[in-house]
């Protein structure tokens, strides 16, 4: 479908100007191979793009849902000002302890908190508990959840939140979606384009393959 050769040259060349990696993420990176998590973080780039999206909109409160090993926290927590603060949400307790321990590594344990347990269990339990809204939502866990994060996450937003969802072009399938996955993922790409209270686009990112990243602004009305 594409010259895939020709975009992996162009996100290296991205990457060695603009995303250059540091001890911190080259640590992160290889404790989580260590400790056996799947390599499916975002791709340096894509962690520059997240953290100059936070930047962009000056973010104090970040919301992660999908940690891994916390190489996209990294990049997010490090747009924060000093009293900023990021929430990450992770299933597994196995990779919210390899996190933590990366986090720490990178001088951030005061800033993210990790938090172990489904998704959709602990956003309704900061919902009931009037946690403050955020101002950048990362939706990065199971895709089937999505749809459910979206509704959840704009509870937790003010206008001017800025939802951020990866993997919504799944590889490429959500164009002519032939598994449950996909047409999930699809459903989400047709309702965040549609939803009246979000302003959206989704954007292609170049890792193994092209996939995508969503950006949605909440509306100030
Ligand atoms: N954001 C990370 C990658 C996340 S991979 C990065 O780019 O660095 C997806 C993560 O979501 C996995 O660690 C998986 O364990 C977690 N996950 C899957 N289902 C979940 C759920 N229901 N609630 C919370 N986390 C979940
Ligand atoms: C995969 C990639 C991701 O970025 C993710 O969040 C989950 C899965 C994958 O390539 O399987
Ligand atoms: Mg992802």
């Given at each position: 479908m594409m010259d895939e050769a020709v975009l992996e040259a162009l996100d290296a060349y991205v990457e060695c100007l603009f995303a250059p990696q540091d001890e911190a993420l080259e640590f992160t990176l290889s404790a989580s191979r260590r400790a056996g998590?799947?390599?499916?973080?975002?791709?340096p780039a894509e962690g520059r793009l997240l953290q100059l999206l936070a930047l962009m909109v000056g973010a104090g409160r970040i919301l992660e849902i999908?940690?891994?090993?916390g190489y996209s926290a990294i990049h997010l927590a490090r747009?924060?000002?000093?009293v900023g603060t990021m929430v990450s949400l992770e299933a597994s307790a196995h990779h919210a302890e390899v996190a933590r321990a990366n986090i720490e590594h990178a001088g951030l344990s005061e800033k993210v908190e990790v938090r172990t347990g489904d998704a959709r269990k602990l956003l309704a339990r900061m919902i009931q508990d009037g946690e403050e809204p955020f101002d950048v939502v990362f939706i990065d866990a199971d895709k089937r959840g999505y749809p459910e994060y979206l509704e959840l996450s704009l509870t937790l937003s003010h206008p001017g939140t800025l939802i951020l969802a990866d993997n919504t072009f799944r590889g490429g399938a959500v164009v002519q979606p032939a598994d449950e996955t996909s047409r999930v993922l699809h459903e989400f790409n047709l309702s965040l384009a549609r939803d009246p209270r979000l302003d959206s686009i989704l954007i292609p990112v170049v890792r193994e393959r092209v996939d995508g990243l969503s950006i949605a602004r909440v509306k100030n009305i």
């Open positions: 998590l799947p390599d499916i973080q975002v791709s999908g940690t891994l090993g747009a924060l000002p000093d």
